[in-house]
């Protein structure tokens, strides 16, 4: 299988993700998705805030909702690397599968 990004080679992790990983997983990447999207400026421009106030707590709701996503990624990965047994080096997951860069 090759990387859809750099076109490299992936090697398969000798394990593959259960659903409730799979789900953890999701709702991480959902919530900084959904972060993302809020920070694009055509998004928030079509906002009518009334005082400056409002302006503060649009970006403050985003920046913890990005933090929180950010948060539960990195404890999910760090459940799965413990679960797993891989300890370090890259992480990628395809369709619940993992895999990894091939050396160079």
Known sequence: MQCNECGRQLKRLPFILDDSEIADMQLAIDKINTAQTALKAEVYAGYRFEQDRDIYAYFK???DEMAEGRFLYATWERRVRSHYG???????V???ECFTHEEA
Request: glycine residues 16%.
């Open 86 to 92: 891989y300890p370090e080096g890259e992480l990628l």
């Open 94 to 96: 395809i369709n619940g």
């Open 61 to 63: 709701a985003v920046f």
